[in-house]
């Protein structure tokens, strides 16, 4: 079992953070539960060790709240460092929830507007060695007002990496 970092890491961790428990078949062909509590070191070590502890039969998973729709707001950049340096910006601003539970928090209390609001999500798309988009993104429960809705995965939509693109 890899892991690996996506769009509200910065805020949530990593996969391993959402993980209750798992089933894993030893080489031996043992089936075997690890938890935080239960056989510990096995499962700290799973998730980085690409199936070389043994083979994932299932994971408990804390489910997280959601809502049907995310606002994205856009940001171009034309050039490496401004793309970098507005990333770690708006990722770093998810550390102090990440620091006290993640997505078990209300990221709307105590997230303030004034430049140091936190987003649930963070994603970036390079198309070139200067050009590129930052993408931040929040639940919503409707659509927008002063946006649309991209509806991705309809035949006749463009890939989104090419709707983001149209944003430089």
């Known amino acids: 079992a890899g892991t690996g970092i996506e769009s509200s890491s910065h805020h949530s961790g990593l996969f391993q953070e959402f993980c209750m428990e798992l089933e894993v078949v030893l ?8 938890s935080r509590t239960e056989r510990e070191e096995l499962f ?12 994932l ?3 408990k998973l ?8 995310i606002r994205l707001s856009y940001y171009s950049f034309d050039s490496e460092q401004s793309f ?11 550390l102090k929830f990440a620091e006290v539970g993640g997505d078990d ?19 970036g798309l390079i198309f070139s060695k200067d050009r590129g988009v930052v993408m931040l993104g929040d639940f919503a429960h409707g659509v927008g007002k002063d946006g649309y809705l991209y509806e991705h995965g309809k035949w006749h ?12």
């Not at 080489?27 to 690890?34: K, L, P």
Request: with cysteine; charged share 20%; aromatic share 16%.
């Open 157 to 168: 939509k463009p890939y989104f990496y090419k709707h983001a693109e149209e944003v430089l």
């Open 62 to 69: 804390r489910i997280i709240p959601s809502a049907p729709y």
């Open 105 to 123: 928090v209300d990221l709307d209390q105590d997230n303030d507007t004034n430049g140091g609001h936190c987003s649930r999500f963070v994603e």
């Open 57 to 59: 039969m299932s994971a």
């Open 44 to 55: 700290e070590a799973f998730f980085w060790s690409y199936g070389t502890l043994g083979m």
């Open 27 to 34: 080489a031996s062909g043992q089936v075997v539960t690890c």
């Open 84 to 94: 970098v340096d507005f990333w770690r910006a708006e990722s770093q601003k998810g």
